[in-house]
């Protein structure tokens, strides 16, 4: 991976928050909360293969990522979750689980 590669980006939390340092710091700090049980609750779901929970978790963890303007960790996301819906190529989630969990490490080191 790219040293130099960042998943986040504060544009759109900018834009949000009219800039209010106050608002950015306080949806950093929901984000980071969040981020961190999040963690560990996608990969519980992935070691017990609950295909529905994980969907739902996925789907509830987007909108994150959109404040946190990370583009490609949604689109990841969104694949997830449409492998998910179909059911069909599960083989592919452990990967693409731990993908997503590495980027939301990455932007707990970029954020925290």
């Known amino acids: 991976m790219d040293g130099d590669r960042?998943?986040?980006s504060m544009d759109f939390l900018n834009e949000f928050t009219q800039?209010?340092?106050?608002r950015i710091k306080k949806y950093i700090g929901i984000y980071l909360s969040s981020?961190?049980?999040?963690?560990?609750?996608?990969?519980e779901?992935?070691?017990?293969e609950n295909w529905d929970?994980?969907?739902k978790m996925i789907h509830s963890i987007k909108p994150h990522f959109d404040i946190m303007g990370m583009k490609e960790t949604k689109a990841s996301a969104e694949k997830i979750e449409?492998?998910?819906?179909?059911k069909k190529n599960l083989d592919v989630i452990p990967e693409m689980i731990?993908?997503?969990v590495s980027e939301i490490e990455l932007s707990l080191?970029?954020?925290g």
């Open 6 to 8: 960042r998943v986040t």
């Open 19 to 22: 800039r209010d340092e106050g």
């Open 35 to 43: 981020a961190v049980e999040n963690i560990p609750k996608l990969q």
């Open 45 to 48: 779901l992935l070691k017990e």
């Open 53 to 55: 929970e994980l969907k």
């Open 82 to 86: 449409s492998i998910l819906l179909e």
């Open 98 to 100: 731990n993908d997503l």
């Open 109 to 111: 080191k970029e954020l």
